[in-house]
């Protein structure tokens, strides 16, 4: 029996968890008790969207914890207007989203692990800026947008290059839309109105012929894949503390390693500007921009090394 046979799957679902009204975190610690427990090294981070948005890239909810943007689903997905809803609405957006550059926070991460701080970071999000920031073992639980994923045949292939081919299949298609698009959302797509959509090509399979296309990210009520969660868990298990950043873990995907932390009786931080589904598991819980809590970190970290 392989190790990922013990691990249940790890289903994606949308979460209808919403703080309750009024609710504000509860900071139960400063600044210097968070430097203390990184110094300690063996740090496990989580991050979610909360790290991207000062990079441009919005969060699917506000700071108040609710819900702003409803995502795609696989079911949605899997039906043909689906996934051309879907390509469509990427293909504008894939400009945007590519330029964005990782933020203050990303690097101030990767620092901290390049000292041996910082083991590893599971991340949630989907666009590969910790990677670009420097961070070396990351885990991208929902996968990433940078390739795609036949559905009939599992053939990779790179996002840059179905990017190409889809303009060639839709001449003219970027300049109508771009005139037309809203903003920017998380997953790195744009709002585009329906009639639109509906004359946009999608390209097929190169090596199958196939049309079934996907982004190499784990949709809401698709399972994350057992390897990554495995060595999720096993990064959780070999950890000294949990460090979660910018995630409010409405998402069980997240929580379950919160929860999994905290059985285990390691110190959970938590640093993010809203309450979070995972407050009361927290030992330590922060709020404030990661653009200044993990720079101070890092500077901090300099005058112990
Ligand atoms: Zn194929």
């Given at each position: ?54 990079s ?56 901290l692990e ?18 670009e ?14 390739t ?13 290059h ?23 959302r ?120």
């Amino acid at each position: 029996m392989k190790a990922t046979d013990s691990i249940p799957p790890l289903r994606v679902t949308p979460s209808s968890w919403r703080p309750p009204p009024g609710a504000l975190p509860t900071v139960t610690g400063t600044l210097a008790d968070l430097r203390e427990l990184v110094n300690g090294g063996g740090v496990v981070a989580l991050t979610g969207a909360g790290m991207s948005t000062e990079s441009g890239i919005p969060d699917y909810r506000g700071p108040d914890g609710a819900r702003r943007v409803t995502p795609m689903t696989i079911d949605q997905f899997r039906d043909e207007y689906g996934a051309r809803h879907y390509w469509s609405r990427a293909y504008v957006g894939w400009d945007r989203f590519r330029a964005a550059r990782p933020n203050v926070g990303h690097v101030a991460l990767a620092e901290l692990e390049r000292r041996g701080l910082v083991d590893a970071v599971i991340t949630q999000n989907v666009d590969g800026l910790h990677q670009e920031a420097g961070s070396g073992t990351v885990l991208e639980l929902h996968g990433t947008l940078t390739t795609v994923v036949c559905l009939d045949c599992s053939a990779v292939f790179r996002r840059e290059h179905l990017q190409a081919a889809l303009g060639r299949l839709n001449p003219g298609f970027a300049q109508v839309a771009h005139a037309a698009r809203g903003s920017i959302r998380p997953d790195g797509d744009v709002e585009l109105p329906g009639e639109l959509v509906t004359d946009f090509r999608v390209a097929a399979c190169e090596d199958c012929g196939g049309d079934q296309l996907k982004p190499d990210v784990v949709f809401f009520g698709e399972s994350a894949h057992r390897d990554v969660v495995a060595r999720c868990f096993e990064r959780i298990e070999s950890a000294r503390s949990l460090l979660v950043l910018g995630s409010s873990l409405a998402v069980m995907s997240g929580l379950r390693f919160v929860r999994r932390a905290a059985r285990m009786g390691l110190p959970v931080a938590i640093v993010t500007n809203g309450p979070t589904r995972g407050d009361e598991l927290a030992t330590l819980r922060l709020t404030g921009p990661l653009g200044e809590v993990l720079p101070a970190l890092a500077t901090a970290a300099d005058r112990t090394t």
